[in-house]
Structures are given as structure tokens and as C-alpha cells.
């Protein structure tokens, strides 16, 4: 099983400043590798798939990098919406299915 | 638009066999695809418990292969999950969830449900 590393696990950021997310897989995933936002009482929401490609919907200021074992998920500029749990997931070696354990973005 | 809503009983007794409906609109099961099921327990992380090809072919995560059986209804556009032998650990929210293939992440998710596994 391939287990994902996320780090901090709690980020604190300013409105309009930027915010680096990081996932480590603990071997290759390729470039399979998903990030979802999750915001309080409702489902996870797909944003970046591919390491890079943003989902349908989602806005230029989230970007994805990385491939093999290293992957960054970048903001931009913080809007108010944007504070919340982000996961990352591997799909390249499943089952199972891997998530990383989350990082809280939240307001500084 | 696809849309996923599960369904099931929101409290489950110890030892007993968890029973969770996932019903699809929006888009026909038979089309193809994978349909999964992820659970989360409160306050933590997701875990993804296993997924069915429209087919009908299974993938199950191996910590809980022994007591998950996912099945798929084409007819009804809905697919099951049914989990035997709960304990107060399977307490979590369930989501289902579709992806598009097996080297796809999950693209549309249902709202979740809170099942509390307690006597």
C-alpha cells in the first residue's frame, strides 16, 4: 500500500497571500495524483487531477505540481472561501486508493 | 449533471451488517465507469473502502475485504455497499463517488451519510 504524507498539517495564511500544500508518496504515483478540498459538513471536491490539471470549474489561482514522490498544490491569493481541509490521493497503484491524512488551511 | 445520493440507516448495532444505497441521476450506471465508496470518521480522514465496475467486477481495500461486499443494480441506476461485523470503529460518514477509470480520481461525490455504529 502506498501510504501519502501530507504536510503541515495545519497551515495558517493570510487573506490574499499565497499557500504551498505539500503531499510525499511513499514510492512513484506518476503524475496520478488528485488534491480535493473539503469545507465542513460537506463532501470532498475535486480540484486538481493529473498532479496539474485543475477540474472542471476550479479557478486559475489553484495550481498543482510535482511528479514521482513529491506534489505542491498552490493558492495563489487566499480568498475566504478557500480555508479548509485540502487531501491529496493517489490513484496510480489501487486498490487501495490512498489519501493523504489532510492539511488544515486555515485563517491567520 | 451527475448526482450521487446515498441512503441507509443512520444507526447500526454492534456485530450487525451495515446497508448503504448509493442512487445515481444524471447519468446511467450500464454507460460504464467505476463507482466507489469512501468513509470518513468524524474528525478524521478519508478511507476509501472499495469500488464496482458497471460491469459488475469488484476492487476492495484489503483491510476490509473480508467483511465489504459492493454490488451494482443497473436496472434501479443505483449501486450497494454492505459492510458485516461492524464495531464502534466503522462509525464514520460514507460517501459514494464515481470516477471515470481506473487511473481517474473520484469526480463527483454524493452529500454523505453519518452512520453510527452503537448497541
Known amino acids: 500500500e502506498i501510504v501519502m504524507t501530507q504536510s503541515p498539517a495545519t497551515l495558517s495564511v493570510s487573506p490574499g497571500e499565497r499557500a504551498t500544500l505539500s503531499c510525499r508518496a511513499s514510492?512513484?504515483?506518476?503524475?496520478?495524483l488528485a488534491w480535493y478540498q473539503q469545507k465542513p459538513g460537506q463532501a470532498p471536491r475535486l480540484l486538481i487531477y493529473?498532479?496539474?490539471t485543475r477540474a472542471t470549474g476550479i479557478p486559475a489561482r489553484f495550481s498543482g505540481s510535482g511528479s514521482g514522490t513529491e506534489f505542491t498544490l498552490t493558492i495563489s491569493s487566499l480568498q475566504s472561501e478557500d480555508f479548509a481541509v485540502y487531501y491529496c490521493?493517489?490513484?496510480?497503484?489501487?486498490?487501495?486508493?490512498?489519501f493523504g491524512q489532510g492539511t488544515k488551511l486555515e485563517i491567520k | 449533471q451527475v448526482q450521487l445520493q446515498e441512503s441507509g440507516p443512520g444507526l447500526v448495532k454492534p456485530s450487525e451488517t451495515l446497508s448503504l444505497t448509493c442512487a445515481v441521476s444524471?447519468?446511467?450506471?450500464?454507460?460504464?465507469?467505476?463507482w466507489g465508496w469512501i468513509r470518513q470518521p468524524p474528525g478524521k480522514g478519508l478511507e476509501w473502502i472499495g469500488s464496482?465496475?458497471?460491469?459488475?467486477?469488484?476492487y476492495y481495500n484489503p483491510s476490509l475485504k473480508s467483511r465489504v461486499t459492493i454490488s451494482v443494480d443497473t436496472s434501479k441506476n443505483q449501486f450497494s455497499l454492505k459492510l458485516s461485523s461492524v464495531t464502534a470503529a466503522d462509525t464514520a460518514v460514507y460517501y459514494c463517488?464515481?470516477?471515470?477509470?481506473?487511473?481517474?480520481?473520484?469526480?463527483?461525490w454524493g452529500q454523505g451519510t453519518l452512520v453510527t455504529v452503537s448497541s
Open positions: 463517488a464515481r470516477r471515470k477509470g481506473l487511473l481517474r480520481p473520484f469526480d463527483y
Open positions: 444524471g447519468y446511467s450506471i450500464s454507460s460504464g465507469y467505476y
Open positions: 464496482i465496475y458497471h460491469s459488475g467486477s469488484t
Open positions: 514510492q512513484s504515483v506518476s503524475s496520478n
Open positions: 493529473g498532479a496539474s
Open positions: 490521493q493517489q490513484y496510480n497503484n489501487w486498490p487501495p486508493d490512498t
